[in-house]
Antibody, heavy 124, light 107 residues
Framework: QLQLQESGPGLVKPSETLSLTCTVSGDSIKSGSDFWGWIRQPPGKGLEWIGS???????YYIPSLKSRATISVDTSESQFSLKLSSVTAADTAVYYC????????????????WGQGTLVTVSS | DIQMTQSPSSLSASVGDRVTITCRASQSISSYLNWYQQKPGKAPKVLIYAASILQSGVPSRFSGSGSGTDFTLTISSLQPEDFATYYCQQSYTYPRTFGQGTKVEIK
């Protein structure tokens, strides 16, 4: 059973870089046409997709964060990571990692499963 | 970017009620539409993908329909465990975008 687990600091100072890692277990991160994504949720608000990466390193980002976000993958460790630079209080959120599963029957993709999420607070 | 707009933002319903949530895309997305359920303090869980396909393990009281720009999530008989927030999400193109959510509360 595929499982994802986020890890990283829960508190980041303004203007610094947020760094999170998602560890994939139970299946290979090199799985077919799947991508691996980061989604965040500010307290009391909705979901915002940040970006996704394939195991070969192809990336997609939301335009509003593209200049500050970097997603990378380490297949040897079955991990993918998010770095978000120059953070402000507006980046305070629960950050989720998720598999962006590609269904080869319907040619549709969806996020499943998700990690449990980790709260990152930006504060001095 | 494709904007996803859900309605209503919240609703109150009783156990046993039929509940319908709508999601509208700012441009046609064919059937590239997913629905998620999120309970407080938990990660979202996919209920329906490709607009109408029920994810394995999801109760059959959930159903989805629609194509193009207008989509619907229906809960045929609301159960106590269904009180949660529901999100639609388009997978037609990047950036992936979610609706703002619909909170289903107990009447």
């Amino acid at each position: 059973q595929l499982q994802l687990q986020e890890s990283g600091p829960g508190l980041v100072k303004p203007s610094e870089t947020l760094s999170l890692t998602c560890t994939v277990s139970g299946d290979s991160i090199k799985s077919g046409s799947d991508f691996w994504g980061w989604i965040r949720q500010p307290p009391g608000k909705g979901l915002e997709w940040i970006g996704s990466i394939s195991y070969s390193g192809t990336t997609y980002y939301i335009p509003s964060l593209k200049s500050r976000a970097t997603i990378s993958v380490d297949t040897s460790e079955s991990q993918f990571s998010l770095k978000l630079s120059s953070v402000t209080a507006a980046d305070t959120a629960v950050y989720y990692c998720a598999r962006n599963f590609f269904d080869s029957v319907t040619y549709r993709s969806y996020f499943d499963p998700w990690g449990q999420g980790t709260l990152v607070t930006v504060s001095s | 970017d494709i904007q996803m707009t859900q309605s209503p933002s919240s609703l109150s319903a009783s156990v046993g009620d039929r509940v319908t949530i709508t999601c509208r895309a700012s441009q046609s997305i064919s059937s590239y539409l997913n629905w998620y359920q999120q309970k407080p303090g938990k990660a979202p869980k996919v209920l329906i993908y490709a607009a109408s396909i029920l994810q394995s393990g999801v109760p059959s009281r959930f159903s989805g329909s629609g194509s193009g720009t207008d989509f619907t999530l229906t809960i045929s008989s609301l159960q106590p465990e269904d009180f949660a927030t529901y999100y639609c999400q388009q997978s037609y193109t990047y950036p992936r975008t979610f609706g703002q959510g619909t909170k289903v509360e107990i009447k």
